[in-house]
């Protein structure tokens, strides 16, 4: 595959550091991160296969990562990387939104592909909900994208070179939101995106108790529990990190559990990556059916606990 | 006070048609406001409401925005006018020319102290307008916010993310743009139908605000839908004992 001269990658998290670094090493000769922290971490991220490191320093107390906008976007301008991709976090898309408009150009995200074309970046990513993917390209010295999660994996060994480790002096930005107070969030640490088996409840089920006839289900099949949109926004019977689709999780799990879901293609979206889809549903022309490997047209609520007293009867 | 609420009309998902060469056609769709949108209208609808002010509301976009029943559709939620960029050039229009419009279009309605936009369009969700325009107006600017509450010239708010919720301080005037839970939309009453075609509707084109030149700068090389993953499809009817045995048995070797 053909590369560009210089790639950067920008991410808040050490994993996602990882991950973009390795997929900058495909699409570039020069990979160079952009680094928060700690000396120690700007080491970690030259382990992790960066040829050079931005290293913005710690951030004081209250500092937003958004005020290293204008430092970066100084430093962007400066040396002129042909990509920038980014982690897809909400901070990771306003920021590289805040850096786009600040250079003049658009910010392609969400990522599934990218691919170089004779030198032309060109970027694979989803559209109207699902519907279909759109590929496309960014004019403009660098283009800017974030990539979505799986995309692109750690090799297995650290390079074991170390990059070189260039300081970055802090500019002030003419205008910032100060950060009061930091709270962890309830509930917020499950990460359905990294799960191997995949329970999906939807509006199939008339109480929100009734969920635990799934539950045991989930608990029986090793399954994360996830929802579709109307469960964690609709009716809040779950919190939203767990519901699927286009605006929740993408999924890409072994096995995806649907019960008492439709199957919308805002929600398959999120699903249709599994290896296999099991669903049950009592609407036999529910779309859902169109896509699963086994099904059942029934009711859920009889269907549910026999299916589970087999499962225990079995193991 | 002076709010604007920025809004997005997209075609209805659901009348979206993949044909077969997996090329999307929009012949049929109806269009609507922007279901996220509707949030951003909301919040700055509360707003006014609570401390005064005014609120006004703008759009950009082609010619579906003319319709006039998505014109009282936003002015029956609140607002007190409308603003509307229409042109053709923005028939889709990427994320940096819908923001390069907005902001245009902002400087031009005059003084303002707080634009609010969805957390991301309807059709393409790229969570970007809000980010891209803060910084094409040079204002402070954040996303992801689940609460504003106004204390004197600044908003304290709260801004969910994926692990931890911050507490923030945005100095005024700012763009913000807002999630899904930080409010549920009103439905408008009739009265408020009626009221909503009475209120002022000022439309631009590009070449109003001086932005004949600006362009995409992205461009689209293909939209297909993806290909069908080849799926078994052994269903089964029923509630039976034995039909659920036999769905077991199907799945037995996957599940345990």
Known sequence: ?315 | MNIIACYKVVPEEQDIVVLQDRSLSFARAEWKIGQYDLNAVEAGVRIAEDLGGRISALSVGAQPLENSKLKKGVLSRGPEELYLVVDSKLENADTHLTAQTLAAAIRKIGACDLILCGEGSGDLYAQQVGAQLGELLNLSCINGISKITLQDNTIIAERTLENEVEVLEIPLPAVISVTTDINLPRIPSMKNILAAGKKPVTQWDLSALELQQAENKTQVLSTLAPEQVERKQLILEGESEEVIQKLFENIRKELL
């Open chain 1, 1 to 315: 595959m053909s590369q560009v001269k210089k790639v950067w990658v920008l991410a808040e998290k050490t994993d996602a550091l990882a991950q973009l670094c390795a997929g900058g090493r495909q699409l570039g000769e020069e990979v160079a991160a952009l680094v928060w922290g700690s000396r120690e971490e700007a080491e970690k991220a030259a382990a992790y296969g960066a040829d050079k490191v931005y290293w913005l320093g710690s951030p004081d107390q209250g500092r937003m990562l958004e005020d290293y906008t204008t430092t970066i976007g100084e430093l962007l301008k400066k040396e002129i990387p042909d990509l920038l991709l980014v982690q897809p976090s909400r901070r990771g898309k306003h920021m590289a939104g805040r850096l786009a408009a600040g250079l003049g150009t658009s910010v392609i995200v969400d990522a599934a592909e990218i691919t170089i074309v004779q030198g032309d970046i060109q970027i694979k990513h989803m559209v109207y909900g699902g519907a279909a993917f759109r590929e496309e390209r960014a004019f403009g010295p660098t283009t800017i994208t974030t990539v979505g999660p799986g995309v692109f994996s750690v090799p297995a060994e650290e390079r074991g070179s170390h990059g070189e480790i260039v300081e970055v002096e802090f500019r002030e930005p003419a205008v910032s939101v100060k950060c009061l107070e930091k709270k962890s969030k309830a509930g917020a640490e499950v990460n359905l995106n990294a799960a191997k088996r995949v329970l999906g409840v939807g509006r199939g089920f008339a109480e929100q108790a009734d969920l635990k006839m799934a539950e045991e289900l989930a608990g029986l099949i090793g399954a994360e529990v996830g929802c579709s949109r109307p469960i964690a926004e609709g009716v809040n019977w779950m919190a939203r990190e767990r519901y699927i689709g286009v605006s929740g999780a993408m999924l890409k799990p072994e096995i995806y559990f649907a019960v008492g879901i439709s199957g919308q293609v805002q929600h398959m979206v999120g699903a249709n990556q599994a290896k296999t889809i099991i669903a049950i549903n009592k609407d036999k022309a529910a779309p859902i059916f169109q896509q699963a490997d086994y099904g059942i047209v029934g009711d859920l609520y009889k269907i549910l606990p026999v299916l589970s007293s087999l499962i225990k009867a079995n193991r």
